[in-house]
């Protein structure tokens, strides 16, 4: 068992600085296995003026148990994260290769720190986002004289690529298995559904990447979109379960898992804004927030059809 | 008009001189009356030195070691493709050493009997099997290196390799969804027990073979279940 303390951060910055940022953390200290002491990790957004936000980081990986122990700082790091990876995963070391990777995506290897316990907490706060008692942000931690977030293991408000993948292939096993219920499974079938499945992904993606364009620019990166998307599976999942199990349960569940994933975007949606927000017309973004969550419904509505 | 061709006189060994200019049928190859030690084709004793046979003679005894049989050649190791498919079958001791050396003609086996047993129950899927078992093993190769980190050393082969092998049970479920009713409830059930079967066993042989995957066993567990349940939807509609 490890202890993992966050290091304290306080920071001022002027205002006029680069980063227009105005936020305090408090002291947050975990004991794993143990009881937890000490104090809750807030984050407190001075609405001088308007500018709240928590510091936005470069994104970048850092040390963690998982023993792929980054050296180094800046862009480097994604590169000569991505150099290990590259090798691995493409098969070509060449710098055009990983250059190029690391300036599109962002260290997959980030999303996929996981276990057992944060893939149980995540489902919980993704289909069930009005129970999370806690926070929405993300915790930040030096790293290398830059702020960076903590991998998924140690932060419950951070996005993993492992359940967007998983449930997406539950949701082609579900959505087959409905089929073929109905006698209408086959093969080919299977495959117009999973390409839909990532069509949808994709859209979705892009909705939020316009969502996020639209109201300050706000950056963030592609796979923490792509992951941010790919949650809807998860509600989309149950709603097919349920399908099979009662039929007319479907038609509750599938608003009722729209709106949670509603919930779910809004909120991860206006803390990445906050990180970049400079503007004062809040209601600019409840509105787009607002559009952001009603548009789950279509999409929904598109997958469930999809099996039917 | 004739023409005279000057053949010159053609002497056996053995003696007795033809008759010149004239061509005396005679088999393809005729042993000499002695057997001539120096002659290595025309030895049959088994304890001769003589070596360096043509190939037509066939294998007939020890002096032929350079011929392989044709399935060791091949690197097809049948010995233990049979007992790493018997160790597939006791899903409750896992025989890790077995596995070790990927190879994938036992695979290729199972994959091709699974066709047939679909064959039988109507349904033309050996494209589909192939496709699906190369995304498979694609699929389970990028989450396990992901999940295990730096770590990770599964490669595509071996991934292929050990999909391939626990593919077994799901061969035996449409084996036997054969001799069951389409659309029956005991079809479902079955699944259920063969899914598990192959998950386990897969799973168990994925961490053990490839290092850094014990912190993420469950998590590996559910990616080789939807493999196997997507399979089983094969058999099962």
Same mark, same amino acid.
């Given at each position: 068992?490890?202890?993992?303390?966050?290091?304290?951060?306080?920071? @001022?910055?002027?205002?006029?600085?680069?980063?227009?940022?105005?936020?305090?953390?408090?002291?947050?200290?975990?004991?794993?296995?143990?009881?937890?002491?000490?104090?809750?990790?807030?984050?407190?957004?001075?609405?001088?003026?308007?500018?709240?936000?928590?510091?936005?980081?470069?994104?970048?990986?850092?040390?963690?148990?998982?023993?792929?122990?980054?050296?180094?700082?800046?862009?480097?790091?994604?590169?000569?994260?991505?150099?290990?990876?590259?090798?691995?995963?493409?098969?070509?070391?060449?710098?055009?290769?990983?250059?190029?990777?690391?300036?599109?995506?962002?260290?997959?290897?980030?999303?996929?720190?996981?276990?057992?316990?944060?893939?149980?907490?995540?489902?919980?706060?993704?289909?069930?986002?009005?129970?999370?008692?806690?926070?929405?942000?993300?915790?930040?931690?030096?790293?290398?004289?830059?702020?960076?977030?903590?991998?998924?293991?140690?932060?419950?408000?951070?996005?993993?690529?492992?359940?967007?993948?998983?449930?997406?292939?539950?949701?082609?096993?579900?959505?087959?298995?409905?089929?073929?219920?109905?006698?209408?499974?086959?093969?080919?079938?299977?495959?117009?559904?999973?390409?839909?499945?990532?069509?949808?992904?994709?859209?979705?993606?892009?909705?939020?990447?316009?969502?996020?364009?639209?109201?300050?620019?706000?950056?963030?990166?592609?796979?923490?979109?792509?992951?941010?998307?790919?949650?809807?599976?998860?509600?989309?999942?149950?709603?097919?379960?349920?399908?099979?199990?009662?039929?007319?349960?479907?038609?509750?569940?599938?608003?009722?898992?729209?709106?949670?994933?509603?919930?779910?975007?809004?909120?991860?949606?206006? @803390?990445?804004?906050?990180?970049?927000?400079?503007?004062?017309?809040?209601?600019?973004?409840?509105?787009?927030?607002?559009?952001?969550?009603?548009?789950?419904?279509?999409?929904?509505?598109?997958?469930?059809?999809?099996?039917? | 008009?004739?023409?005279?061709?000057?053949?010159?006189?053609?002497?056996?060994?053995?003696?007795?001189?033809?008759?010149?200019?004239?061509?005396?049928?005679?088999?393809?190859?005729?042993?000499?009356?002695?057997?001539?030690?120096?002659?290595?084709?025309?030895?049959?004793?088994?304890?001769?030195?003589?070596?360096?046979?043509?190939?037509?003679?066939?294998?007939?005894?020890?002096?032929?070691?350079?011929?392989?049989?044709?399935?060791?050649?091949?690197?097809?190791?049948?010995?233990?493709?049979?007992?790493?498919?018997?160790?597939?079958?006791?899903?409750?001791?896992?025989?890790?050493?077995?596995?070790?050396?990927?190879?994938?003609?036992?695979?290729?086996?199972?994959?091709?009997?699974?066709?047939?047993?679909?064959?039988?129950?109507?349904?033309?899927?050996?494209?589909?099997?192939?496709?699906?078992?190369?995304?498979?093993?694609?699929?389970?190769?990028?989450?396990?290196?992901?999940?295990?980190?730096?770590?990770?050393?599964?490669?595509?082969?071996?991934?292929?390799?050990?999909?391939?092998?626990?593919?077994?049970?799901?061969?035996?479920?449409?084996?036997?969804?054969?001799?069951?009713?389409?659309?029956?409830?005991?079809?479902?059930?079955?699944?259920?027990?063969?899914?598990?079967?192959?998950?386990?066993?897969?799973?168990?042989?994925?961490?053990?073979?490839?290092?850094?995957?014990?912190?993420?066993?469950?998590?590996?567990?559910?990616?080789?279940?939807?493999?196997?349940?997507?399979?089983?939807?094969?058999?099962?509609?």
């Amino acid at each position: 068992m490890k202890f993992f303390e966050a290091l304290v951060v306080r920071r @001022r910055c002027l205002r006029g600085s680069s980063l227009k940022l105005r936020e305090e953390m408090k002291f947050f200290k975990v004991q794993r296995g143990g009881v937890r002491r000490g104090f809750i990790c807030t984050a407190m957004y001075d609405n001088m003026g308007g500018q709240a936000g928590a510091p936005k980081p470069p994104f970048n990986p850092q040390p963690n148990p998982f023993g792929n122990a980054f050296s180094g700082a800046g862009s480097g790091l994604i590169r000569g994260g991505l150099g290990a990876y590259g090798e691995r995963i493409l098969g070509s070391s060449s710098e055009y290769v990983q250059s190029n990777i690391s300036r599109y995506f962002s260290d997959p290897q980030y999303y996929f720190q996981v276990n057992d316990q944060y893939v149980r907490n995540k489902l919980k706060v993704v289909l069930f986002p009005f129970l999370h008692r806690g926070h929405w942000t993300r915790i930040t931690e030096p790293v290398g004289g830059r702020l960076s977030y903590k991998p998924p293991v140690y932060d419950i408000n951070a996005p993993d690529l492992y359940i967007p993948l998983m449930a997406f292939g539950t949701y082609v096993f579900l959505t087959g298995f409905s089929l073929g219920l109905l006698g209408k499974f086959s093969p080919e079938a299977l495959t117009v559904l999973f390409t839909k499945g990532v069509i949808v992904w994709f859209i979705q993606g892009l909705v939020l990447k316009l969502v996020l364009y639209l109201l300050g620019g706000a950056e963030a990166p592609l796979l923490d979109l792509a992951a941010y998307a790919g949650y809807a599976f998860t509600g989309m999942c149950v709603a097919v379960l349920g399908r099979i199990v009662w039929s007319y349960s479907y038609y509750f569940l599938l608003p009722w898992t729209g709106l949670c994933m509603g919930m779910f975007l809004v909120k991860t949606m206006k @803390r990445v804004l906050f990180a970049e927000v400079r503007g004062n017309d809040s209601s600019r973004h409840h509105y787009l927030l607002l559009l952001m969550a009603l548009l789950q419904f279509p999409f929904f509505f598109y997958l469930g059809r999809a099996g039917v | 008009m004739t023409r005279e061709f000057n053949v010159p006189p053609i002497v056996f060994a053995s003696g007795g001189n033809p008759i010149p200019n004239r061509r005396l049928p005679t088999a393809p190859f005729q042993p000499p009356p002695l057997s001539n030690p120096n002659l290595p084709f025309m030895s049959f004793d088994v304890g001769s030195t003589s070596l360096a046979a043509p190939a037509f003679r066939g294998d007939i005894d020890n002096g032929f070691e350079e011929v392989l049989p044709l399935l060791e050649e091949l690197g097809i190791n049948t010995r233990q493709i049979w007992r790493k498919t018997a160790s597939i079958l006791n899903p409750f001791r896992v025989h890790v050493n077995l596995h070790e050396d990927a190879d994938l003609s036992g695979p290729f086996l199972f994959l091709m009997c699974f066709g047939l047993f679909q064959l039988l129950a109507g349904k033309l899927h050996f494209g589909i099997i192939l496709g699906w078992v190369t995304i498979a093993a694609i699929f389970l190769y990028v989450v396990f290196n992901m999940l295990a980190g730096r770590n990770g050393n599964l490669d595509v082969y071996r991934c292929l390799s050990l999909i391939g092998y626990c593919m077994l049970p799901i061969v035996i479920f449409s084996a036997l969804s054969l001799l069951l009713r389409q659309g029956a409830v005991g079809v479902f059930a079955l699944g259920v027990v063969f899914v598990g079967w192959s998950t386990w066993v897969c799973s168990r042989l994925v961490i053990e073979l490839a290092s850094a995957g014990d912190q993420h066993r469950g998590l590996i567990a559910y990616a080789c279940c939807l493999i196997y349940l997507l399979f089983s939807l094969l058999v099962i509609f």
